[in-house]
Nanobody
Framework: QVQLVESGGGLVQAGDSLRLSCAAS????????MGWFRQAPGKEREFVAF????????YYTGSVKGRFTISRDNAKNTVYLQMDSLKPEDTAVYYC?????????????????WGQGTQVTVSS
Protein backbone atom coordinates (compact mmCIF):
# COMPACT_ATOMS: atom_id res chain seq x y z
CA GLN A 1 0.00 0.00 0.00
CA VAL A 2 1.43 3.32 -1.03
CA GLN A 3 1.56 6.13 1.53
CA LEU A 4 1.13 9.74 0.46
CA VAL A 5 2.24 13.05 1.95
CA GLU A 6 1.18 16.39 0.47
CA SER A 7 3.01 19.69 0.81
CA GLY A 8 3.11 23.13 -0.75
CA GLY A 9 -0.15 24.64 0.43
CA GLY A 10 -0.40 28.14 1.81
CA LEU A 11 -2.07 31.52 1.76
CA VAL A 12 -1.90 33.43 -1.52
CA GLN A 13 -3.72 36.24 -3.26
CA ALA A 14 -6.05 35.86 -6.21
CA GLY A 15 -4.07 35.52 -9.41
CA ASP A 16 -1.05 33.96 -7.71
CA SER A 17 0.36 30.49 -8.28
CA LEU A 18 1.14 27.53 -6.04
CA ARG A 19 2.63 24.12 -6.70
CA LEU A 20 1.48 21.24 -4.56
CA SER A 21 3.60 18.14 -4.20
CA CYS A 22 2.63 14.66 -3.14
CA ALA A 23 5.44 12.33 -2.14
CA ALA A 24 4.71 8.62 -2.22
CA SER A 25 6.43 5.82 -0.40
CA UNK A 26 7.00 2.42 -1.90
CA UNK A 27 8.59 1.07 -5.03
CA UNK A 28 5.32 0.62 -6.93
CA UNK A 29 4.42 4.30 -7.32
CA UNK A 30 4.74 4.19 -11.10
CA UNK A 31 2.01 1.55 -11.30
CA UNK A 32 -0.59 3.83 -9.68
CA UNK A 33 -2.88 6.29 -11.34
CA MET A 34 -2.88 9.49 -9.29
CA GLY A 35 -5.47 12.11 -8.55
CA TRP A 36 -5.95 15.38 -6.75
CA PHE A 37 -9.16 16.17 -4.90
CA ARG A 38 -10.21 19.14 -2.78
CA GLN A 39 -12.71 19.90 -0.05
CA ALA A 40 -13.88 23.42 0.61
CA PRO A 41 -15.45 24.39 3.95
CA GLY A 42 -18.99 23.08 4.20
CA LYS A 43 -18.77 21.22 0.92
CA GLU A 44 -18.17 17.65 -0.17
CA ARG A 45 -14.79 16.57 -1.47
CA GLU A 46 -14.56 16.93 -5.24
CA PHE A 47 -12.31 15.67 -8.01
CA VAL A 48 -9.74 18.12 -9.39
CA ALA A 49 -7.27 16.30 -11.65
CA PHE A 50 -6.11 12.86 -12.74
CA UNK A 51 -2.92 11.52 -14.27
CA UNK A 52 -2.37 8.04 -15.58
CA UNK A 53 0.79 5.99 -15.56
CA UNK A 54 1.72 7.92 -18.65
CA UNK A 55 2.14 11.62 -18.04
CA UNK A 56 0.28 12.29 -21.27
CA UNK A 57 -2.95 10.86 -19.86
CA UNK A 58 -4.47 13.67 -17.83
CA TYR A 59 -7.98 14.86 -17.02
CA TYR A 60 -9.31 17.92 -15.18
CA THR A 61 -12.56 19.11 -13.76
CA GLY A 62 -13.96 21.96 -15.75
CA SER A 63 -13.44 24.72 -13.20
CA VAL A 64 -9.65 24.26 -13.18
CA LYS A 65 -9.02 23.34 -16.81
CA GLY A 66 -6.47 25.70 -18.32
CA ARG A 67 -5.30 26.92 -14.89
CA PHE A 68 -4.09 23.75 -13.15
CA THR A 69 -1.59 21.20 -14.43
CA ILE A 70 -1.03 17.76 -12.98
CA SER A 71 2.28 16.01 -13.56
CA ARG A 72 4.32 13.20 -12.12
CA ASP A 73 7.97 12.25 -11.70
CA ASN A 74 8.16 8.50 -11.22
CA ALA A 75 11.88 8.67 -10.47
CA LYS A 76 11.06 10.86 -7.47
CA ASN A 77 7.83 9.07 -6.53
CA THR A 78 6.08 12.42 -6.66
CA VAL A 79 2.98 13.89 -8.26
CA TYR A 80 2.50 17.64 -8.61
CA LEU A 81 -0.36 20.05 -9.05
CA GLN A 82 0.67 23.37 -10.53
CA MET A 83 -2.06 25.89 -9.81
CA ASP A 84 -2.02 29.18 -11.70
CA SER A 85 -4.43 32.12 -11.75
CA LEU A 86 -5.81 31.07 -8.42
CA LYS A 87 -9.26 32.26 -7.41
CA PRO A 88 -10.87 32.57 -3.97
CA GLU A 89 -13.16 29.68 -4.90
CA ASP A 90 -10.08 27.45 -5.12
CA THR A 91 -9.75 27.71 -1.35
CA ALA A 92 -9.88 24.17 0.05
CA VAL A 93 -7.93 21.35 1.58
CA TYR A 94 -6.22 19.54 -1.28
CA TYR A 95 -5.67 15.79 -1.16
CA CYS A 96 -3.68 13.52 -3.41
CA UNK A 97 -4.81 9.95 -3.90
CA UNK A 98 -3.63 6.78 -5.61
CA UNK A 99 -5.71 4.38 -7.66
CA UNK A 100 -4.60 0.85 -8.54
CA UNK A 101 -7.19 0.53 -11.30
CA UNK A 102 -6.19 0.30 -14.93
CA UNK A 103 -8.80 2.69 -16.24
CA UNK A 104 -8.89 6.43 -15.74
CA UNK A 105 -11.30 7.46 -13.01
CA UNK A 106 -12.56 10.48 -11.14
CA UNK A 107 -14.47 8.56 -8.48
CA UNK A 108 -13.26 8.79 -4.89
CA UNK A 109 -14.13 5.16 -4.28
CA UNK A 110 -11.56 4.07 -6.89
CA UNK A 111 -8.70 5.74 -5.01
CA UNK A 112 -7.43 3.46 -2.28
CA UNK A 113 -4.69 5.53 -0.66
CA TRP A 114 -5.01 9.16 0.48
CA GLY A 115 -2.73 11.81 1.88
CA GLN A 116 -3.56 13.91 4.92
CA GLY A 117 -4.29 17.03 2.88
CA THR A 118 -2.73 20.46 2.54
CA GLN A 119 -4.59 23.75 3.00
CA VAL A 120 -4.77 26.24 0.14
CA THR A 121 -6.29 29.62 0.92
CA VAL A 122 -6.77 32.24 -1.79
CA SER A 123 -7.65 35.75 -0.66
CA SER A 124 -9.45 38.24 -2.89
Amino acid sequence: QVQLVESGGGLVQAGDSLRLSCAASGRTFSSYRMGWFRQAPGKEREFVAFIGRSASNTYYTGSVKGRFTISRDNAKNTVYLQMDSLKPEDTAVYYCAASPLIQATTREVDFRAWGQGTQVTVSS
